[in-house]
């Protein structure tokens, strides 16, 4: 009993260390880490795009930094203006002295004096004094950078905001990706839907197989990448992105799934990442939403239910409970076996009448953990 629960422990702790080194995950993100480069000069020949994509936490300290800062300058600069005229309150000007700046008669006062200038607030109680040319000029200056410096931080923030990434967080994928037989065609299928309204202009549908390879020279290739082809019922680009769409590549004699069998498909160290690629019609930008399976996440002998019907007023209808659910279907137990060609593949060929499941049970895959011993 103890061997067979340490068993399952290594098999678990085997199925986590795949998960946690996938290259994209499941929300698009790549798993990966650039060492030795100099980050900061890269950085800096294109800060514009480096702003953009910080951090939100970071652009709102820049933000905050900033503008608190060049207060702080401007408020020396008055100062220092005040100083050299006698305005200041430790050098007790006469009752008759004619300041450069009404009510400035310390730092904090200059301070005050800065932030109403440079956010244009305008108390009415300080003010530069038009007799006075230096402080003018200051106030001048001020005027100017605060023109340059908020509408760059407004250009930041905008860009932020209207990054694409976000629109693409409207894209989902199904957790799971299945196959079954698809006119006449054994296929492995994914689901990805549109959540919002407005169409998808342009989309196309592609994907890598992602895996380590070996040449016959001894050489091993890490994150070889084999192209897998998606395609609808009509074709494969420029798909009509209004509804929720089922997207399949056929296992054919020349896609690298052939060689694999639904015992020997969780064996395999692959994975699938998915790429969507389309321009928003709303904003005509282009966008990329990913996602990727792993074997674990590949079900052989399942189908997708059915999601979109219509009402008897004569509307459309897409029901979004069934996104995630499967059915088991027939299906071959090899591609050998589903195109009838002899094989290494020795298992016995399961009838295309029959069912796995016996009781044809619906499953829902949302939120299911899966783990090696699916």
């Given at each position: 009993?103890f ?12 199925g986590?260390k ?41 652009v ?29 309150y ?5 009752p008759?002295?004619v ?10 006062s200059?301070?005050?004096l ?9 108390y ?5 004094n ?20 908020n ?12 990054l694409?990434?976000?629109?693409a ?10 196959i ?48 897998i ?6 074709g ?7 509804c ?30 998915v790429?969507?690629?389309g ?19 590949i ?10 019907s ?14 995630a ?8 137990h ?31 895959m ?9």
């Open positions: 009993m061997e067979s629960y340490k068993r399952s422990l290594q098999d678990y702790l085997v986590q795949k998960r946690r080194t996938r290259l994209v995950t499941k929300d698009g993100r790549c798993n990966i880490e650039y060492g030795n480069i100099k980050y900061r000069k890269k950085y800096l020949s294109d800060f514009w795009t480096t702003l953009v994509e910080s951090r939100w936490r970071y709102i300290l820049l933000f905050i930094a900033t503008h608190t800062l060049s207060w702080f300058f401007f408020a020396v600069m008055f100062y220092w203006v005040a100083y050299v005229n006698g305005d200041l430790w050098q007790n000007p006469s008759t002295h300041p450069c700046s009404v009510n400035v008669f310390g730092l904090t200059s301070y005050l800065a932030m109403e200038t440079q956010t244009g607030t305008g009415g109680i300080r003010a530069p038009p007799f006075c040319p230096g402080a003018v000029t200051i106030e001048i200056i001020q005027v100017v950078i605060a023109v340059f410096l509408a760059f931080m407004a250009a930041i923030i905008l860009a932020k905001i209207s694409p990434k976000y629109r967080k409207t894209i989902t994928f199904s957790e799971m990706a299945v079954s037989p698809r006119n006449d065609s054994l296929c492995l299928s994914i689901r990805v839907a549109n959540m919002r309204k407005t169409l998808m202009i342009g989309s196309q549908i592609y994907g890598k197989l992602v895996k380590t390879t070996s040449t016959p020279d001894g050489e091993t290739i890490i994150l070889n990448q084999v192209n082809d998606f395609m609808v019922d009509d494969k680009d420029n798909l009509f992105f209004i929720p769409l089922t997207l399949y590549h056929i296992i054919d004699k020349n896609s690298p799934f052939f060689e694999m069998a639904v015992d020997t498909l969780n064996n395999q160290d692959f994975e699938l990442v790429f969507l690629d321009t928003t019609e709303s904003t005509s930008s282009s966008l990329q939403v990913r996602t990727s399976y792993i074997p674990q996440e079900m052989w002998g399942y189908d997708f239910l059915p999601i979109i219509k009402s008897k007023e004569g509307k459309y209808k897409v029901d979004f409970s069934n996104f659910k499967v059915v088991p279907v027939p299906c071959d090899c591609s050998y076996c589903f195109h009838n060609i002899s094989g290494h593949h020795h298992h016995r060929r399961q009838s295309r009448n029959a069912y796995d499941n016996q009781g044809f049970e619906e499953i829902d949302s939120g299911v953990s899966i783990t090696n011993g699916m």
